[in-house]
Nanobody, 115 residues
Framework: VQLVESGGGLVQPGGSLRLSCVAS????????MSWVRQAPGKGLEWVSA????????YYLDSVKGRFTISRDNAKNTVYLQMNSLKSEDTALYYC?????????WGQGTQVTVSS
């Protein structure tokens, strides 16, 4: 049972990144998925979530209009498309199962927004 994130990196302000999270060992298509981040020296912050069938998506106010969450249940993968990135988006990004109570976590992928 695991989640494996990828796609992080260093990007300039205003740039874009697409994070991916591949799930295994559980029934992905029945599971809400979330992205949670932790900025340096700060606590965990929920960023976005998506319903099990992809019909509903939820966002932190500060990322609305810039980030888009999606999923491909055939590939057991959830994505986070991040556009117009800002320095304050710099964080370790985790995918996790659930909408508010997160049971399973990935190892995280680092996103650094800097010029």
């Amino acid at each position: 049972v695991q989640l494996v994130e990828s796609g992080g990196g260093l990007v300039q302000p205003g740039g874009s990144l697409r994070l991916s999270c591949v799930a295994s060992g559980f029934t992905f298509r029945d599971t809400y998925m979330s992205w949670v981040r932790q900025a340096p020296g700060k606590g965990l912050e929920w960023v976005s979530a998506i319903s099990n069938d992809g019909s509903s998506a939820y966002y932190l106010d500060s990322v609305k209009g810039r980030f888009t969450i999606s999923r491909d249940n055939a590939k057991n993968t959830v994505y986070l498309q991040m556009n117009s990135l800002k320095s304050e988006d710099t964080a370790l990004y985790y995918c996790a199962t659930g909408l508010s109570a997160f049971v399973l976590w990935g190892q995280g992928t680092q996103v650094t927004v800097s010029s």
